[in-house]
């Protein structure tokens, strides 16, 4: 997947992992690294965070592309992230959205012509503890 080639994921060790056919699920790996490990040997909250910021936008620009063949305008509109425990070791993320989701965006471009969404994201690490939660709110909009 291109992204994985995108400079801040790359050096920040961030991989894709899977995308769903119809772009409602992607899976994100943080691959542990001396790019980003603080001098506690922890993860930088900087990466954890930065892949967290765009997935939920390209899954709604990639939903409304493919089932509507509408063009949208999509950005993170804000983020915050809470940090519940050090990340030691890999990081993992798995994002989803629902057609629900897509239909009550849809819905608001109907009748707005934009609309926020807001998503939950937790960072896990291998034993599956969850070392950083992001609350994510994904603008959509029409052009």
């Known amino acids: ?13 961030v991989r894709v992992k899977y995308v ?3 772009f409602k699920q992607v899976k994100v790996r943080v691959k542990s690294s001396l790019l980003n ?3 506690s040997r922890t993860m930088f909250g900087g990466t954890m965070f930065s892949a967290a910021d765009p997935f939920y936008a390209l899954m ?12 949208v305008r999509v ?8 940090y519940k425990k050090p990340a030691v070791g890999d990081m993992y993320l798995d994002f989803k959205i629902s057609q629900e989701d897509v239909e009550r965006v849809k819905l608001g471009l109907e009748t707005k012509g934009k ?3 807001t998503h939950v994201v937790h960072l896990t690490d291998n034993q599956g503890d969850v070392c950083a939660t992001v609350e994510l709110v994904t603008y959509i909009g029409l052009p």
Do not use: C, V
């Open 115 to 117: 609309h926020n969404e």
């Open 75 to 82: 950005w993170l509109k804000s983020a915050e992230i809470k």
């Open 20 to 22: 769903s056919d119809d």
């Open 60 to 71: 709604y620009w990639q939903n409304f592309a493919h089932q509507y063949q509408q063009k």
């Open 37 to 39: 490990t603080n001098l």
């Open 1 to 13: 997947m291109m992204m994985n080639f995108y400079p801040p994921f790359l050096f920040g060790r």
